[in-house]
């Protein structure tokens, strides 16, 4: 059970900036209004997350870590609705496998916390422990234990820059939510709760903000909005692209072939645009249990929304409106 969660792990958490989605994800799908995130050298010596979320009860704690131990679906029939942002029940399981950590929760009901310590094979029975609300998830020493895959990790600023894209990307997408970002004890990020747009401004820019256009697209099946970088603003890296579908990120090929078709006319070459869009579409239409690490998709109707998506974006495009 334990080598079935180390190779696992290696797939789902590649590396920190793996464990650090899937760790925010669940604090998202916890309904946090704060998550604070600390890291540690890059994420490889530390990487804590608290929330203020609903929490997991003392008797759910060891649960949360084992392999295919799920809340969030029940029936195979749910596995078609996905709402939620995890839902395979394997990354804690597996981060827990990689790691020496400390998982320590308090819903509103129990009187104080509880928390268990995870490395190796033993797991800690839960003992009571101080924390006003929510969950506070601690990993230390990723890979310990796998020296191999450790040998691959990039150097200290290479793999907090990969932690503060993913955590860029789950901000982008949850303006809602107050989010902190510190490395080696220094505070590299504060987004305050608010509006999308605010939420772009603030990671992105106001520079960006200014430069782009508005998108708001109804259709019966389908919502686009976000900002579209006006081709002034086209960059020379694809370093500004995201896309969300359900608030989740992808990067899929139909979308980009869609936003480039849109662009096609207007940038020059070697540029590539700049944007931050939000496809709500119904869970129905859209699979998202295709890749284990989840950022690409599967559409149910995918002429109709290249279609939808072209049209939006050359919409925009060609009129402004800020
Ligand atoms: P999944 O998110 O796919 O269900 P995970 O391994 O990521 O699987 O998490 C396992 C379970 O642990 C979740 O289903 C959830 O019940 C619980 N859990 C993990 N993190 C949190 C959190 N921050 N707040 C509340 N519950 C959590
Ligand atoms: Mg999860």
């Known amino acids: 059970e334990l080598l079935i969660n180390q190779i696992a792990a290696g797939e789902v958490v590649e590396r920190p900036a793996a464990a650090l989605k899937e760790i925010l994800e669940n604090s998202v799908d916890a309904g946090a209004t704060k998550i604070n995130v600390q890291l540690q050298q890059g994420g490889v010596k530390q990487i804590r997350v608290a929330d203020d979320g609903f929490g997991i009860a003392k008797d759910e704690l060891q649960l949360a870590l084992t392999r295919h131990s799920t809340s969030k679906i029940s029936t195979l029939e749910d596995l078609h609705q996905i709402t939620s942002l995890g839902f395979r029940g394997e990354a804690l399981a597996s981060i827990a496998a ?42 230390n020493d990723l890979y310990f234990n796998i020296p191999a ?59 960006f903000k200014q430069a782009a256009a508005w998108i708001d697209e109804q259709s019966a099946e389908m919502h686009l909005h976000g900002m579209v970088a006006l081709p002034a603003y086209a960059r020379s890296s694809r370093d500004t692209q995201y896309f969300f579908v359900n608030h989740r990120f992808v990067n899929d090929k139909l979308i980009s072939h869609a936003l480039r078709e849109a662009y096609r006319d207007v940038l020059h070459l070697g540029r590539h645009p700049a944007f931050v869009l939000f496809l709500d579409i119904h869970p129905g239409s859209v699979d998202v249990n295709v890749h284990p690490t989840k950022t690409e998709v599967r559409f149910r109707e995918p002429r109709a929304l290249h279609q939808f998506i072209f049209h939006a974006i050359n919409k925009a495009l060609a009129s402004p409106h800020k």
């Open 98 to 139: 990689i790691s020496r950590l400390s998982l320590a929760s308090r819903q509103v009901e129990q009187i104080h916390a509880w928390q268990i310590l995870v490395e190796g094979k033993s797991v800690s029975q839960p003992m009571p422990s101080s924390l006003a609300q929510g969950t506070t998830l601690d990993v």
């Open 149 to 207: 895959r450790r040998k691959f990790l990039k150097s200290e600023a290479t793999e907090f820059a990969h932690c503060d894209e993913t955590f860029k990307r789950i901000a982008l997408s949850q303006s809602g939510i107050e989010f902190v970002l510190q490395h080696n004890g220094k505070a590299r990020r504060h987004l305050r709760a608010g509006d999308p747009a605010q939420r772009i401004a603030s990671v992105l820019g106001e520079e």
